[in-house]
């Protein structure tokens, strides 16, 4: 199964943003799914996930602005960014929690800045 990432981009403060990450077969294959960031000269953090059963998970940072979604009819899961802050800004992955396994997107630039 590949992750592919998509909606990234530049956005002012404030501002939101959605993101994408469709898998090429079923999102059931996973028990968990999550969003991660990476910023520069920082280790990856999680910011936040969702399990099969709908259960989700959020960094305190992120808490109240962002939300995690999946479609499982389009095997695709989303992160809506609201109110979007320069701290916010890194490289976005997509991620998939399989038994044995762990899948990762390529990644998508998300830049917060006026």
């Known amino acids: 199964v590949q992750l592919v990432e998509s909606g990234g981009g530049l956005v002012q403060p404030g501002g939101s943003l959605r993101l994408s990450c469709a898998a090429s077969?079923?999102?059931?294959?996973?028990?968990?799914m999550g969003w991660y960031r990476q910023a520069p000269g920082k280790q990856r953090e999680l910011v936040a996930s969702i399990t099969r059963d709908g259960s989700t998970n959020y960094a305190v940072s992120v808490k109240g602005r962002f939300t995690i979604t999946r479609d499982n009819a389009v095997n695709t899961v989303y992160l809506q960014m609201n109110s979007l802050k320069p701290e916010d800004t890194g490289v976005y992955y997509c991620?998939?929690?399989?038994?044995?396994?762990?899948?990762w997107g390529q990644g998508t630039q998300v830049t917060v800045s006026s």
């Open positions: 991620h998939g929690k399989a038994p044995g396994d762990d899948y």
């Open positions: 077969g079923s999102i059931f294959t996973f028990y968990r």
